[in-house]
């Protein structure tokens, strides 16, 4: 009896363990977004997310995509962070 007893506790603490290790807030990944045609470079809302890195961007003059974490408040698009860092930047060679 005293087992079974043990048994539930031990199985009712681990679900309550699984429980709280799910609330806690993910760790956001960076994205990829593609800069609109013709969009502003500094607006989140001229890029739209990407399913992977940008296959048609080549080292040029004018921006054409950016790795950003995305903006929880605004899904899609990038943080506005991550659209001021030019350290992000892929670039086209003409736009």
Not at 59 to 76: K, M, Y
Request: glycine share 10%; charged share 20%.
């Amino acid at each position: 009896m005293n087992l079974s007893m043990l048994a539930i506790l031990l199985g009712t603490a681990l679900a309550v363990a699984g429980v709280e290790g799910n609330s806690q807030p993910e760790e956001q990944q960076e994205q990829w977004f593609l800069l609109q045609m013709g969009g502003d470079p500094s607006d989140p809302n001229d890029y739209t997310i990407t399913g992977g890195s940008p296959s048609n961007c080549v080292v040029g003059d004018h921006r054409c995509a950016i790795l950003a974490e995305e903006d929880a408040t605004n899904p899609g698009k990038p943080t506005q962070d991550g659209v001021d860092d030019p350290a992000r930047e892929v670039f086209r060679s003409q736009q």
